[in-house]
């Protein structure tokens, strides 16, 4: 399962009610967590959000655009004065690394653990952060260079095969136990292999979180066998009209068109213009969406959180 919590969900500047691009992404089957771009003021969403810096295994930048990066060095920093030592994985276009190699010259930083730095132009193929957890970019359509990240949880069960067991008449007790452990235990001259008896089920989740970009469908191929997209939806149709294709951003029909064409089960909208972020903005957005689009779709606000299961179900999370 994958937990989703949004630390910011405003486009270009923060306002009152929302701070722009950031995105936690967390295991939830221990305490690892990707974080996808750093806004300016995202390490004190993370501190309001309860995320430990000491678990964060990777953070991965869309692009270079100011309100999808500028927290990034001080969260850095921040994490080394809390006494991190482990490695960080940092996914992003070389500029992002070039921007940090300077600040750190420039601003007598020092950080007490590693940097991997891993150009998001050769991260096409899945890169493994953990046991579980996997990563892999796909290049979006945006002014600058953009990237969308596919986030992909991989569980493994393994579980004894009673049944069996039982017709073979051996008895419950310390010889399940040693075949559970994958042990090959000896019962009446005979040698009952771990293997033979241990059934494995593997689940996978798999969520596509976007940068920004006016080209949906070049996630059609990402979006396969995916059941999450978490999409920017900068403006409805209406206000992109009147904004011209400059920008180069979505709009609510842009998206929803996508994701029924392609059948997705799940959306999630965000980074929204401050012109659509009030009650009345929200509205026409979600409206857009249920006119082109008939799946389980959310507009996310700061703080939201949702849980994605084993079944490629969508739970929003009670904050209360």
Not at 36 to 41: C, H, K, R, S
Not at 195 to 202: E, G
Not at 264 to 284: C, E, K, M, V
Request: aromatic share 6%; glycine share 6%; proline share 3%.
């Amino acid at each position: 399962m994958l937990h989703f919590t949004f630390l910011g969900t405003s486009s270009g500047v923060p306002t009152l009610t929302r701070n722009v691009s950031a995105l936690a992404i967390r295991n939830s089957k221990n305490k690892d967590w990707i974080l996808v771009d750093a806004g300016e003021g995202t390490q004190h969403r993370i501190q309001q959000a309860k995320l430990s810096l000491q678990n964060l295994v990777a953070i991965c930048i869309t692009h270079v655009h100011g309100d999808h990066c500028y927290g990034l060095v001080g969260l850095l920093a921040s994490a080394g004065m809390n006494a991190r030592t482990a490695p960080l994985t940092i996914i992003a276009p070389k500029e992002i690394q070039q921007w940090i190699e300077v600040t750190t010259q420039l601003t007598d930083l020092h950080l007490p653990y590693p940097l991997n730095f891993i150009n998001v132009n050769e991260a096409a193929q899945i890169l493994k952060m953990t046991d579980e957890l996997s990563i892999q970019a796909h290049q979006l359509s945006h002014r600058v260079p953009s990237f969308a990240f596919s986030i992909k949880a991989q569980y493994i069960q393994k579980k004894l095969d009673t049944q069996t067991l039982l017709q073979l008449g051996v008895p419950k007790g310390k010889a399940w136990g040693d075949l559970q452990q994958g042990l090959d235990v000896q019962l009446n001259e005979q040698t009952l292999k771990a293997a033979d008896f241990i059934q494995t089920q593997t689940q996978r989740v798999h969520a596509i979180v976007d940068g920004d970009n006016d080209s949906p469908e070049l996630l059609a191929q990402a979006c396969q066998d995916a059941q999450l997209l978490i999409h920017e939806s900068t403006y409805t149709q209406a206000i992109l009209n009147k904004v011209g294709s400059g920008p180069m951003h979505s709009s609510a029909k842009k998206v929803a068109e996508f994701a029924q064409k392609h059948n997705l089960d799940n959306l999630i909208l965000t980074h929204f213009s401050p012109r659509h972020q009030d009650q009345i903005g929200q509205r026409a957005i979600a409206d857009e969406v249920h006119q082109y689009y008939q799946g389980n779709f959310y507009l996310a606000d700061d703080f939201d959180q949702f849980s994605l299961d084993m079944t490629g179900q969508l739970t929003k999370i009670d904050k209360s």
